[in-house]
């Protein structure tokens, strides 16, 4: 069993026993591993107040081949992200980026995935409350990209056949992007109008402004997104915390 250390972030943690913790900790060198942190839950362990949801730090795993559960025997914290939980807003698109993470990300070394969300969590701890909507969206869709499901919107995804760059646009979440007027005959998309078009541009960009969306329009993208994560990525999984994150549940009257 080698002992390996590398930069990680605690996507969730579970109470296995009394005393011990299962965590499931996106790792920069091994992607994503879940452990038994043995002690975890005693007064003096050697973990602390370490293991917090969205935390940063340095974990030391000794990897078992050939078996799913490894041994945490440290977790060296380097960032507990408190500022996450100021807010349902904020910890409800972390919680999404999390199960993105945690349920769709390869058990092998992606580093891009982890240090987009290493860069994503700290953005939504400290962006400012009128804008944590549009970002969350910005940054789940760039998760969902860096995984390999980026939506194409300047050409065809059937036949490659160049779009318009102006007006309404015919989106095909089945497809993983936007269709030309004949291939998008009768396949039931979304039609998306060239406000909401340019909009989904923008937040697909990282370079560019953030839109500005009312709450309808909010309501609307946030719908898009979490279709397509559920048909490219989903595969029938339950994904509760992405459903929270729709819904909004805590703005209802």
Do not use: N
Request: charge should be negative; hydrophobic fraction near 45%; proline fraction near 6%.
């Amino acid at each position: 069993m080698p002992l390996v250390t590398t930069p990680a972030i605690v996507l969730s943690t579970l109470r296995y026993s009394e005393t011990s913790k299962i965590v499931r900790l996106a790792t920069r060198s091994h992607g994503v591993q879940s452990a038994i942190a043995k002690g975890a839950l005693r007064p003096r362990s050697r973990f602390g107040a370490a293991l917090q949801l969205f935390s940063d730090g340095l974990a030391h795993l000794m990897l078992k081949e050939h078996r799913e559960l490894h041994l945490l025997t440290a977790f060296d914290v380097t960032h507990v992200r408190i500022g996450l939980a100021e807010r349902l807003d904020r910890y409800a698109a972390a919680s999404s980026l999390a199960e993105v993470m945690l349920r769709f990300a390869p058990p092998d070394p992606h580093p891009e995935s982890f240090d987009l969300l290493r860069d994503a969590l700290d953005l939504l701890e400290q962006v400012e409350d009128d804008r944590v909507e549009a970002t969350a969206l910005r940054l789940l869709w760039a998760l969902v990209s860096s995984l390999g499901f980026t939506p194409a919107l300047d050409e065809c995804v059937r036949d490659g056949t160049p779009l318009d760059p102006a007006g309404p646009l015919a989106f095909s979440t089945r497809d993983g992007g936007a269709l030309c007027a004949a291939c998008a005959r009768g396949q039931g998309t979304t039609t998306l109008p060239t406000e909401a078009r340019a909009d989904l541009a923008r937040l697909l960009d990282l370079d560019a402004e953030l839109p500005a969306l009312d709450p309808r329009h909010a309501a609307a993208h946030r719908r898009l997104l979490a279709r397509f994560i559920r048909f490219h990525l989903g595969e029938g999984a339950a994904l509760p915390a992405l459903d929270f994150w729709e819904r909004r549940p805590w703005t209802a009257a």
